[in-house]
């Protein structure tokens, strides 16, 4: 039996399929115009026309994979120096104990501990769109649902499924809604009420799913040697309690002071420093353990690179913009449920190519706003289709490094998440489509 291609070499496929869909999709621009002051760049609606331009060449495409690597170079940073850090924490013992510690005292109650820690994520989504961080977080949550007789499937899906989840249907994600209801004209947290509503329904069955399966797919708890633990070491409570306030600070940094991912690496380094030096190991044994660290992402980071090549051919190639016109154009003709639930699928197949959802809102806002009046829907449900189909599309495409670096950590193939998942997002896709119609008729 064939084994299935690994995350890499599915990324350098998708890098040439995007080079040849150049050569077939029609090259096409809309206008755009930029705010003198705020720098932001939007779409003028009704501008599309077709331009002359040239397909990407191998040469390009080539040189994309590198281009891809420094444009997502912050990023990169990010992963290894979060990364090293949690090696350094997890080398301490502090982890270890910590979690073996609470696992021996919620025994029996392994489905709060799951409802818990989606929560968490649950929330990090909502409010700062938390998707690469837990790149870094995947060994500790791996050992986390081992000791709870929980497969890796479980440990992707109660932390990365659920921050997607809270992005999706946040009211507050300043990476999805609010640059959304920006580009639409909206007041910041308008639907507010309406979309927590959605929020909790969707956690409920996510939940429901979740711990449905993974008391249907148990596995045989992972169980170390002398492991009963009466009480966690004052040094472990001291190294854990400075991991829970460098998240508060976290927050707080991209809440108040919009913190990007240099503030946030230059944090957890200095984090990995301390919590080492605390632990024992060191200044040469805490730095030695960040470069294990490092050589255990440097792949994980590398995905991440390589699927920004995606996104740098299909501007090359010009056929973005195009494939935002086909996709939306037909819309005018739909009854106005049918058009909404239309906006979301469109939007679901359009963040295949698209990987950011943050620059999907600044591509497709300005164009479905006006179509959205035309066709008879607030702009409040043409925001709604935009959350709802393009974040949680998140958990299916390949084109995503997150997901892809995430998984390969996790040591499973494409084909068998994607498997796993699909039912999972169709699901909640369902409750979104719902939501929507509900909100077409009530008038949100």
């Given at each position: 039996?064939?084994?299935?291609?690994?995350?890499?070499?599915?990324?350098?496929?998708?890098?040439?399929?995007?080079?040849?869909?150049?050569?077939?999709?029609?090259?096409?621009?809309?206008?755009?115009?930029?705010?003198?002051?705020?720098?932001?760049?939007?779409?003028?609606?009704?501008?599309?026309?077709?331009?002359?331009?040239?397909?990407?060449?191998?040469?390009?495409?080539?040189?994309?994979?590198?281009?891809?690597?420094?444009?997502?170079?912050?990023?990169?940073?990010?992963?290894?120096?979060i990364g090293g850090c949690f090696y350094v924490i997890e080398k301490t013992g502090a982890l270890k104990e910590g979690i073996t510690y609470l696992t021996i005292k919620l025994n029996g109650k392994e489905e709060v501990v799951l409802i818990l820690v989606s929560l968490i994520f649950l929330i990090g989504g909502a409010l700062m769109g938390l998707q690469e961080e837990i790149i870094a977080m995947m060994p500790v949550l791996l050992y986390l649902?081992?000791?709870?007789?929980?497969?890796?499937?479980?440990?992707?899906?109660?932390?990365?499924?659920?921050?997607?989840?809270?992005?999706?249907?946040?009211?507050?994600?300043?990476?999805?809604?609010?640059?959304?209801?920006?580009?639409?004209?909206?007041?910041?947290?308008?639907?507010?009420?309406?979309?927590?509503?959605?929020?909790?329904?969707?956690?409920?069955?996510?939940?429901?799913?979740?711990?449905?399966?993974?008391?249907?797919?148990?596995?045989?708890?992972?169980?170390?040697?002398?492991?009963?633990?009466?009480k966690v070491s004052i040094r472990s409570i001291l190294i854990l309690t400075l991991v829970g306030v460098a998240f508060v600070v976290l927050i707080i940094g991209m809440m108040k002071y919009n913190w990007g991912f240099n503030e946030m690496s230059a944090e957890f380094f200095a984090l990995g420093i301390l919590v080492g030096l605390i632990g024992k190991l060191g200044m040469n044994g805490t730095i030695e353990t960040y470069i294990e660290g490092f050589k255990e992402l440097v792949f994980a980071a590398m995905i991440v690179g390589f699927a920004s090549s995606i996104s740098i051919i299909l501007k090359q190639g010009m056929i973005i913009d195009s494939i935002i016109y086909g996709l939306f154009k037909p819309m005018h003709y739909l009854p106005k449920s049918l058009a909404a639930i239309s906006m979301m699928i469109s939007q679901s197949v359009l963040h295949f190519p698209v990987s950011s959802y943050s620059g999907q809102a600044i591509l497709t806002m300005p164009i479905l706003a006006p179509l959205s009046d035309l066709i008879g829907i607030s702009r409040q449900v043409c925001v709604l289709a935009y959350q709802y189909g393009a974040v949680m599309t998140d958990l299916i495409y390949p084109t995503q490094g997150a997901l892809m670096a995430i998984i390969a950590i996790a040591g499973i193939p494409f084909d068998k998440w994607f498997k796993f998942i699909f039912k999972f997002t169709l699901v909640i896709l369902g409750v979104g489509a719902i939501a929507i119609v509900v909100a077409v008729y009530i008038g949100v």
């Open positions: 039996m064939k084994k299935f291609p690994n995350a890499l070499v599915i990324m350098i496929g998708f890098i040439f399929l995007s080079t040849i869909l150049t050569y077939i999709i029609p090259q096409g621009q809309y206008e755009r115009t930029t705010n003198l002051e705020t720098n932001q760049v939007t779409v003028v609606p009704n501008s599309y026309k077709l331009v002359e331009a040239a397909p990407v060449s191998i040469l390009k495409t080539m040189l994309s994979i590198p281009e891809g690597i420094v444009d997502r170079a912050d990023l990169i940073a990010l992963i290894l120096l649902t081992s000791r709870l007789g929980y497969n890796a499937f479980v440990a992707i899906a109660i932390s990365f499924g659920s921050a997607i989840l809270g992005a999706s249907f946040s009211p507050i994600n300043p990476f999805a809604v609010v640059i959304a209801q920006k580009e639409t004209g909206l007041e910041f947290l308008s639907g507010s009420k309406f979309r927590l509503i959605i929020m909790f329904i969707a956690f409920v069955v996510w939940m429901f799913m979740i711990i449905r399966y993974a008391n249907k797919n148990k596995i045989e708890k992972l169980l170390e040697k002398n492991e009963l633990v009466e």
